[in-house]
């Protein structure tokens, strides 16, 4: 798996869509960025609370202070050692075609969500990524490779579809990918918790200064994936418990 992919040449120059999209209309990347990381993609990412409504529920998370000391550790512990540079690498394999190492990344991403929970989530929004890019793009190059995945690419992959399709590179990818993760977990606390706004635009503000480290060291880690590692005993307890939790918010 190279370290380097390219954006894909359609994008970030023309987009053109029998399903929606603009017909030789420039998207900048920032744009882009922002439309991959808006709650208004049709993903579902909003209706998973990744752990958080079962930590509130423990007692473990009952204010801002312990909701930003959650969320860090899970930026730092979980994506930037598994989600991102899994991510990464995906960007790269679809830039290269390369349906083997897409399948390695499948397997691998499959195998490392620890409880039945995370896996739907993960096999839910990749297929619903996949579903958004087929009626935006439905003659997109890729999309025969990315059907060669089942029952569909995993979310990490998905993304990185998704950001290859409008022309981001792998770090732009990355940070839309984080950016995307936050903003929802954030909106979960606000809901769980629960959290006023100005909470929440506190927790925005003081974890998006980690994003460019965390998709750093996604990069640096892409093309190791021995040195990937998803292990977070306490978020897979917890997401266990969630599946069967009495009165819960989000999807489980």
Known sequence: MGTESKASPR???ELTSGGGGWEGE????QIAMMWLSSPALPVGGFSYSEGLEAAVEAGLVT????TL???RGQLQLTLA?????AACAAHAAWAAGDIAALQ???TWVLATRESAELRLQTEQMGRSMLEWLRKLHPDHPL???AAQLSPAPAWPLAFALGGHALGLDAAQMAHALAFSWLENQVQAAMRVVPLGQSAGQRLLAALSVDIPAAVQQARNLQDRMDAWQSFSPLLAILSSR?????????RS
């Not at 050692?81 to 540079?85: D, F, V, Y």
């Not at 599946?243 to 918010?249: A, F, K, V």
């Open 69 to 71: 000391l959650w969320l």
């Open 104 to 106: 390695t990344l499948q």
């Open 11 to 13: 994008v970030g120059r």
């Open 63 to 66: 204010d801002d202070a312990q």
């Open 26 to 29: 420039i998207v900048p990347p």
């Open 242 to 250: 969630h599946e069967t939790q009495y009165s819960r918010l989000f």
């Open 81 to 85: 050692r598994s989600e991102l540079p």
């Open 143 to 145: 999309l025969p490779l």
